[in-house]
Structures are given as structure tokens and as C-alpha cells.
């Protein structure tokens, strides 16, 4: 009698214990962010129900394998500034505009440029969409905080418009503050350019990009973002953050703020993502 109620005791313990690591670990891969990452990592990214990677790295049986499990692939697509690794780099070098700051194998260049908006939109996108990817994650609209000029926010206006009327899929796009104001003061419609957006650093700030350095970001500006970003859910954009932390407590915080927003998330411990 005494050891069957240990038992139920045991059984009782193991079962309250693992099922909720198993439901914080649940929602903890919705969503997950690996550019850096080659085929060699496939089996890794199963565990998530979306994965951003550089598809330029991958095949088409590649992304048919994550498909076949269940996952959902956007492909990294840089448009606003050019990266130096990248074999098309000397093409286009003669209209780059300055160097990035922290990312020194990049380089900021002219979206307004027909050349490179034809390049996006019928090389480079072409290319990702033959091997079946789901959408695109558009990097770097942020040359338009950098170079604040029509042409600039015209160029990724043309880009963005001409990559939904051709492919149509859903595009994410990082960052871009200052296009979205822009966009809303000439009241566009925001999701007939992008179906979600990624906020990187909301709790968190990046302190020192060669070291991982992190720290908490404060009260004032969190509160300012989540207010925008609750703007734009609003508006019917989903919304994706990127925080960089290696502080258990504060990821826990955030996890459980995001699982209530039902925002998707991913937390890094390195900016090398």
C-alpha cells in the first residue's frame, strides 16, 4: 500500500512538473530567427512553427523538408544596404551611399536606384520565391532614418508595392520607424506593404555589438514602442520582436508579456543571429 502511493505520488510529481516547461516551451517557439544558419542546422529549426533564414544558403529540398514538418520559411532579404560577402556586392558598389555603423562589411545604398530595385525584385526575390519559400524578411528600411529624402522612401515604397503585386506573400519587414510615420502621414494603407513587422530591442538595448553586451531599456522608451506596436496590431499588422538578452528573469518577464499580446518573439543571447 505504501509503495503504491509513493508511486501515485511520483507519477503525480513528474507529470506537475514537466507539463508546464512543456507549455512555457510551447510558446516559446512560435517564432525563431536564423540567418546565420546553414542546412546543417535543418533539424533544429523544427521545433518552430516560423524560422527566418538567408535562403540564398538553402535549397529547394531544403525548405520542402521544413515544410513537410510543419514550418513556415521566410527568407532575410537585405535591401537597404549592401553586404560586402554578398557575390553581386561589385555590381552595385559604385551606388552605396556610406558605411553602417557597428556592421562594418556593410554598406548603406541608393534604393531610388532603378538598377537595384529591378535587381530586388526580379534576381534576387525571383530566386528566393523558386525554392517555395513562404514570404520575404526585409531588412534594413531603416536607410530611410539614415537618408531621410523622398526618393529614399519612394524607392522602398516602389519596392515593397511592385514585390506585393508580383509575388504575392507576405512580407515582413524589420525596423522602420520612420517609413511607417511617413507612410502613415500620406495615409497608405499599411497592409497592402507589409503583413508584419519585426521591432527589434523593446526591453532590451544592445550596449556593445563585438561583445553581446546588453542592458534594459528604459521605462519611457519600452512604454513608447509597445504603444506603437499596439498602434499597428491595431491597424491589422502582425507583430514580431527580436529581443537580445541573457537575463533569465527579464526573458521571463517578456515572454510573459508577449505570450498575452500574442505577439511572436524570439529572445537571442548574441547579435550574430
Known sequence: MKFKLRLVIMVFLIIFTLYPLTTYSAKNYSFGIFTSSDSCDLNKFLKYKEIVVDATIFSKEDIDYLHENGVKVFSYINIGSLEKFRPYYEDFASITLSNYENWSNERWIDVSNPKWQNYVVNTLSKDLFSKGID?????????????????????????????????????????????????LSLKLNLTDLFYGLNKEEVFTIIENYENDIFRTNILEERNFVLSYLNTLSKKGINIYIIEYSKNKNLNKKMIKYYNKKNYKFFISSTVNL
Open 135 to 183: 514570404g520575404l524578411f526585409i531588412d534594413n528600411i531603416d536607410i530611410y532614418t539614415i537618408y531621410k529624402k523622398d526618393k529614399i522612401f519612394n524607392g522602398i515604397h516602389c519596392i515593397l508595392k511592385t514585390l506585393n503585386d508580383k509575388y504575392k506573400k507576405p512580407i515582413i519587414i524589420n525596423n522602420g520607424y520612420d517609413f511607417i510615420q511617413k507612410a
